[in-house]
């Protein structure tokens, strides 16, 4: 069951245990009102956070969603052999370098002009064609790995295409 679910229905069963049968136009008899209300489904990691909207609810962390921040290093290097340039995302959390998003700035006196963006592959590899006599370099999104980290962003250093 969905976490928005839970959280929905443990919201109503709060208001039907708190509202009287009257309000609600139902008598005594027939009412199904449960004798103890949900009031939290506590804190297993000690975080501060109920577990109902931890996001990561057996990993203690001070961040927002419950979750520890995962650090992630993106590099460009050029493919001489196959005149391509290869982007690479690499984390210690594998699900950070796993379809993150990649975008590739070519650099402009007037300001970088983002040249194309795509999601990494499952191993966090993208590569993209490139014009010669050039410098690139990739940005990486943070994100959010649900259950797992939050996925901070990156930057590589800048890489010169060489002409032919």
Request: charged residues 25%; glycine residues 8%; hydrophobic residues 40%.
């Amino acid at each position: 069951m969905s976490r928005s679910r839970l959280v929905s229905r443990a919201v109503a069963l709060v208001l039907v245990a708190t509202s009287s049968p009257a309000a609600l136009g139902v008598s005594l008899a027939s009412a199904a009102v449960p004798s103890t209300a949900v009031a939290s489904a506590g804190d297993s990691d000690g975080d501060g956070l109920d577990d109902l909207v931890d996001g990561c609810p057996t990993v203690a962390s001070p961040n927002p969603t419950g979750c520890p921040s995962a650090t992630r290093t993106a590099r460009l290097r050029w493919l001489e052999g196959r005149d391509r340039l290869e982007a690479r995302v690499l984390s210690p959390e594998q699900t950070c370098a796993s379809r993150a998003r990649v975008s590739l700035w070519r650099v402009r006196r007037g300001g970088d002009v983002k040249v194309e963006g795509a999601n990494a592959s499952y191993v966090g590899r993208q590569r993209f064609r490139a014009v010669r006599r050039a410098t690139y370099y990739v940005t990486v999104s943070a994100s959010y790995s649900s259950g797992r980290a939050e996925c901070l962003g990156a930057v590589s250093r800048k890489v010169r295409v060489p002409r032919r």
